[in-house]
């Protein structure tokens, strides 16, 4: 794809923990005092390279990510391991895509495979790209808001493209230690707090939604019923 700055691409994956932990407000508080800070860097990075490419594609139907450009994980971000055609984005998301007041931002074992289409590629993934080197370079959780913030204040991170969506269809993602791999779904972003306009959340609606205030956008989730290698997902219940 093109040539990605000290830009980020931030925020997305784990919206839906802050809706499991409002439920469970005990819980949370044991996460947040088990993830109280970061682990060692080992921690967060894959030792297989190609077993990260795979993972990242898993993310979305082989029909769209094996053409995809994927970029992997180092101790100093993300580069790109696999060039490609169809302007999508693979990755796999570590727990800091959370807000920084997210009980698991931290966690290690978070591994969230994501597709983005190239209106997101060009956009949203540039937050979580910025953050995650924020991250590596130690910066504390409220420099990371900060930084964020300049960068967004500035135009240094890109407008929102319209259209901004991504798949996170994967059998073998790991979202949190309680979703554990949840459920596949799609993404769609819009900027700023735009839940009413989705009517999101509201009863009967199949379309969940998490503001992300550090990003000035809102995600709304919605799922579908198989994984991105085709198989089905058992019934499910909100």
């Not at 990260?52 to 993310?59: D, H, T």
């Not at 209106?119 to 130690?138: E, H, M, P, Q």
Request: glycine share 8%; hydrophobic share 45%; net charge positive.
């Amino acid at each position: 794809m093109r040539n990605r700055k000290v830009k980020m691409i931030g925020f997305v994956v784990l919206a839906q923990v802050g809706m499991l932990y409002a439920a469970r407000p005990a819980r949370a508080q044991v996460a947040k005092a088990q993830y109280a800070s970061m682990a060692p860097v080992d921690a967060y990075l894959m030792a297989d390279r190609n077993a990260e490419i795979a993972l990242a594609r898993s993310g979305a139907p082989a029909s769209i990510s094996d053409a995809a450009e994927v970029m992997v994980l180092g101790r100093n971000g993300y580069t790109t391991a696999a060039k490609g055609t169809n302007g999508f984005l693979c990755i796999v998301e570590r727990g800091w895509s959370a807000e920084t007041d997210d009980a698991e931002f931290w966690n290690p074992k978070i591994r969230a495979p994501i597709c983005f289409n190239p209106a997101a590629a060009r956009s949203v993934a540039d937050i979580y790209l910025l953050k995650t080197k924020l991250v590596l370079a130690g910066k504390s959780k409220a420099e990371i808001v900060r930084g964020i913030s300049l960068a967004l204040d500035t135009k240094e991170l890109p407008v929102l493209e319209r259209g901004a969506m991504c798949y996170m269809m994967s059998k073998q993602q790991y979202l949190n230690d309680v979703g554990k791999n949840w459920h596949p779904h799609l993404m769609f972003f819009m900027a700023g707090d735009a839940t009413k306009s989705w009517g999101a959340d509201l009863p009967g609606s199949p379309v969940m939604a998490a503001v992300a205030p550090e990003e000035r956008v809102t995600t709304f989730m919605a799922w579908v019923g198989d994984w991105s290698d085709g198989t089905a997902v058992p019934t499910m219940t909100h």
